[in-house]
């Protein structure tokens, strides 16, 4: 627990597990290690709800910062196959946010929502003499659908196909390089390659575009721990194991230099954006296609068996113990 990011299993397990307020029927999917989402079930719909943190980066100026950090929370609700409805949101802002940043903050979420019809519907702002950036608020997004619609963290079976879009390291790239361009031994026009990365944060529509060309199984945002800890998390909650062809997996144009120049492992670092969908084999030519005629890259990388674990190459590979991108955030703070 004293690493940064996000608590590991062990913690999870014997810490939160045990506690999670009053057993209700209705709960057909409550808190789960590397799970996305829950799910409530109401009369003959269900509620897909997700809560994540809201970050705002004025680096990254106030407008490109509301994009990334409303794309953040609505990611993990849309993975769930239903499309996200409503929001609501909580902001602790530091006393130096004035009311025109905030103004251009708010305004690229409420265009960011209106876009993909998503209704903000509660919240609270306010600014308080200990917040500090970039956390400062969180957000949680609802879906409401019916039952069978529903993509179920834990549903990737024996005989599925394994598609990744985007690739490792798409977030990281996209905020280091942005936020820390000076600090990078790299030529302008790589960098500036490496920042249009940022801009790939965004899952929603690809969501939307799988599950409706096929029969999708799982879905999942690989998020802190990066791809690797994403194949570990689809995996583990459905009991079975993910064998990856390493060059069938897109990696998008900046990744590869980035990470090399800040000796980072791109595979292992957070890239919110980047999808794992695992579909019926049948119906994983109709998805791709989807895919790519929204402009995705997106490859054919694995393979879904019986066992356990994740297989890279032939080789058995490890769960992260932590995600690749919070030291060199932290070296980069320092410097």
Do not use: N
């Amino acid at each position: 627990m004293d690493d940064a990011g996000k608590i590991d299993r062990e913690f999870f397990e014997s810490r939160i597990e045990p506690r999670l307020g009053a057993a209700r029927d209705d709960v057909a999917i409550g808190p789960t290690y590397g799970v996305d989402f829950g799910l409530i079930e109401i009369d003959d719909s269900v509620l897909a709800v997700a809560t994540d943190p809201i970050s705002i980066l004025p680096d990254l100026g106030f407008e490109r910062a509301g994009r990334f950090g409303i794309r953040i929370v609505l990611s993990d609700v849309a993975v769930s196959g239903l499309a996200p409805s409503h929001v609501a949101v909580s902001f602790a802002l530091p006393p130096e946010t004035t009311d025109e940043e905030f103004a251009r903050f708010w305004g690229a979420v409420d265009e960011e929502c209106r876009d993909l019809g998503v209704s903000i519907v509660t919240g609270h702002t306010a600014r308080y003499d200990e917040s500090r950036y970039p956390w400062v608020g969180s957000g949680t997004a609802f879906a409401v659908g019916d039952a069978e619609d529903v993509v179920r963290p834990d549903g990737a079976r024996p005989g599925d196909d394994l598609l990744v879009t985007k690739g490792p390291g798409v977030e990281t790239v996209g905020l280091l390089s942005s936020l820390f361009p000076e600090r990078i031994d790299l030529p302008a026009e790589t960098l500036a390659v490496a920042q249009e990365r940022l801009d790939d944060v965004e899952t929603v529509r690809d969501c939307a575009a799988a599950v409706d060309a096929g029969r999708v199984t799982a879905m999942h945002d690989a998020t802190e721990g990066g791809l690797i800890g994403a194949l570990h998390e689809v995996a583990g909650s459905a009991g079975v194991r993910i064998d990856v062809d390493a060059d069938a997996v897109p990696v998008l144009p900046g990744v590869e230099a980035v990470s090399e120049a800040l000796s980072m492992d791109h595979w292992r670092a957070s890239t919110a954006g980047t999808l794992l969908i695992a579909v019926h084999p049948e119906d994983t030519d109709a998805v791709v296609a989807a895919l790519e005629a929204r402009g995705t890259p997106v490859g054919v990388a694995g393979k879904v068996t019986d066992g356990s674990g994740v297989v890279v190459d032939g080789e058995r590979v490890a769960a992260p113990s932590g995600d690749a991108a919070w030291p060199v955030y932290e070296r980069l703070l320092s410097e």
